[in-house]
């Protein structure tokens, strides 16, 4: 039997991590410079994709009857100060952005992956949330793509 408690969790914490996802790739916008037009085009579609799945997962948290999750993850919050710091000190230069997108990129996955593996994870769930891991590796892989351009 599936543990409605323990997918209700799961889906709200994946709804943080879309909502950080967001909110990092709205800064990273804030902090390109002006020639730097293909990566903001990225960017919006990679908060469109996250306000996309965050619907899905949210509709998933009404079936259960449960109120889905509106904020943002600690460790996001953490990250994003991170970010703030790191930037002060190195520039909004596109390698950094690019490193601190990647970074955020890795998080999703990790979350994505933990979600998966978790016991008694409805068959329905994750199917949806295999979908949008393998959705959001392929964003993993045009950011790091794009910053090994830079790199090297």
């Avoid at 999703?108 to 409805?122: D, R, V």
Wanted: charge should be negative.
């Amino acid at each position: 039997m599936e543990n409605n408690t323990v997918n209700t969790e799961v889906l709200n914490d994946l709804i943080q991590i879309n909502n950080d996802r967001v909110t990092g790739y709205e800064k990273a916008i804030a902090e390109l410079s002006p020639e730097d037009n293909d990566l903001r085009t990225l960017f919006v579609e990679m908060i469109r994709q996250s306000a996309q799945h965050k619907s899905v997962l949210t509709q998933e948290v009404q079936v259960l009857g449960v109120s889905a999750e509106t904020g943002t993850t600690t460790s996001g919050k953490i990250y994003r100060a991170w970010m703030d710091v790191k930037a002060m000190f190195t520039g909004h230069d596109r390698e950094t952005v690019l490193n601190n997108c990647e970074f955020g990129e890795d998080s999703a996955q990790k979350a994505y992956k933990a979600a998966l593996e978790t016991e008694g994870l409805s068959a329905n769930l994750s199917s949806i949330l295999t979908a949008q891991k393998a959705d959001l590796r392929t964003s993993h892989d045009k950011i790091k793509a794009l910053r090994d351009a830079v790199s090297s």
